[in-house]
């Protein structure tokens, strides 16, 4: 599936998660995440990211998360809304 | 806190009163320039604002003994969403640097903090991938260079002098063009001026200078004509922002900048310069206009001289393609807007 506008999900309230998407200009996908639980957590929340981009067949594509301690299902949802909008 | 609502202002009716109300209690004014508001609402209790100009939020205060309650995020949230809506996908806020927290745990990062005020940047902003970008797409090479920040509105003989004399002084020149639409020249013109009139200058490139050197993001109070102490936290804010993030990312090592005898905010504006950028290992040269006639030549002298239709004065103040720019069919509605216009630029 193609990125074709720049698109967002979520919220910046504690618990979730605010996913900002657009297409990239290079190939590949970038993953910019800032969580209030970086230290614990970062890896598994851009973990959680990539697969969810990866089951959609997501190649090109420039995130931006803003997470407030979502669980992974909630990033999940976050994720897939926005890809979904960005079509 | 269930039953929080937020709404959005109608900035037409006394619903703005209000909100002006509530923002006194926190010192805070309502800036003239605000195009949208929210407020959060407890029945018909006001519990917490945010507004946005342009790509800075603004006005933000929640009320005292509820800070903490996630109103603050509500707010930002249906700002941000808004914000994404009309295709802008960054956002800034000024702050005092004790605010500093609580936009960090909205995650906002910081930019850049001097002692008055804290620049943060949120969205899809970040100044370090910006600054990157915009070498990459210079195609600028790594060497040692001097840079100059200029608005140019518009290029005149005085712009040439400084530009040629950091040429003569140095290997490497590259000039910053103002971005901000704000100017009677609209930027596109001003960029292709300053370009046509140092195209025979062979290490002389032009650049556009992007959302952080001297934007309303940067620097506010350089186009709402701002004095006393916000001007000089904006002038501070915008100096440190180049020596912290332009110019190791560009490898500059001297900046030019001219003598400013009229401008109160521009010769403020130096002062800021001087004080902070040799601390960040950067050179300032400062050169003393050009004069001609005994007046120094400066762009504001030449909107007087179209105003008053002085074209033999301004043949022999400004380079030849600004003047052949001048008469062309093109510069007429500019033309038109400098002689209707009482702004600053």
Redesign the interface.
Known sequence: MKIKA?A?AG????NDI?I?I?PNDEDGIII?L???VMKQFGKQIKQVILETLESMEIKNIHV?A???GALDYTIRARVETAVKRAM | MQDIRIEKIDLNTNQRLEVEGFLSTFNLFFDKDIEYTVVAKVKDEILGTCSYAGKVLKCFAVKEGLQGE?IA??L??HI??QL?DR?I?ESFVFTEPKNLPIFK???Y?EVHTVEEVSLLE???A?VKKYTERMLMNSELSAEKKAALVMNCNPFTLGHRYLIEKAAEENEEVVVFIVEENRSLFPFEMRLELVRKGTADLENVHVLAGGSYIISSTTFPSYFLRLEGERLEAYTKLDAGIFGKYIAPVFNIEKRYIGTEPYCRVTSQYNEALLQILPKQGIEIVEVDRLHVQDKAISASEIRRLIKIGDWHSIQSLVHSATYGFLRSDEAKPIIERIKRSDSPH
């Open positions: 720049p967002k919220t910046m309230e504690s605010y900002m657009q910019e800032e969580s209030i931006v803003k997470d407030r | 996630g995020s509500k930002v949230t941000i969403n994404f295709g996908y745990g909205l995650n990062h949120g969205g899809m970040n």
